[in-house]
């Protein structure tokens, strides 16, 4: 189900001085850096980077155990208003289902040795409901998510297997107003 006024990003390469979506929620992920972006005790068969492509049987695993790291940066600051977790493989392995995330922002080369150092920008604890194809996003403190340059997703538990599995990632918010410097010209005299 999508939200009401949900667009999908479109030039999402220029920053302009005014809000290019008008201020309308939109889909972020025509703003994430993809090259920037990693995870941690990723299944090297199932990358983070799968997470993007739509499809939920390809998705993302963890690889030695059920705790993941997924850090998503993005090519502009951004206002994040919600999130959709999709099961991997359509729900096929419900004990791989992550079921507690934290989310951080603006923290880059979070890793698992200091992590519990940190405190969660918002901590989630998901359903199967929540990961359901299809289903609502999950609304985050969106006043807690303003001027986003980067969100790490640390998957905590999941629902009883040996790794941890997420078959597709949405980002849903809007771009925050900003002068790309690079535009400029320097003027000779």
């Given amino acids: 189900m999508m939200m009401p006024g949900l667009e999908a990003a479109a030039g999402a390469e220029s920053a302009a001085a005014e809000d290019p979506n ?31 492509i739509g499809d939920s049987r ?11 790291i997924v850090h998503i940066e993005f090519n502009q600051f951004v206002k994040i208003h ?12 419900p004990e791989n289902h992550p ?7 603006n923290r880059p080369n979070l890793g698992f040795e200091d992590i519990d150092d940190v405190d969660e920008t918002q901590a989630l604890e998901l359903t ?4 359901r194809e299809g289903g609502d996003p999950i609304l985050l403190k969106f006043v807690k998510f303003q001027r986003v ?3 790490t997703i640390f998957i ?9 599995a997420l078959g597709a990632l949405n980002l ?18």
Avoid: W
């Fill in 128 to 131: 199967a409901e929540d990961l």
């Fill in 172 to 189: 849903f918010g809007k771009t925050v107003a900003t002068t790309n410097m690079c535009d400029f010209k320097k003027q000779k005299g």
């Fill in 99 to 105: 079921t507690v995330v934290k989310l951080y922002i």
């Fill in 156 to 164: 905590e538990d999941n629902d009883g297997g040996d790794v941890s």
């Fill in 22 to 52: 008008k201020g309308k929620i939109v889909d972020l992920v025509g703003f994430v850096e993809k090259k920037s972006c990693y995870a941690r005790n990723e299944d090297p068969r199932f990358p983070h980077s799968n997470l993007f």
């Fill in 149 to 151: 340059s980067s969100l």
């Fill in 58 to 68: 390809l998705g993302c695993k963890s690889d030695a155990d059920e705790q993941l």
């Fill in 82 to 93: 919600s999130l959709k977790f999709t099961a991997f493989n359509q729900g096929n392995e």
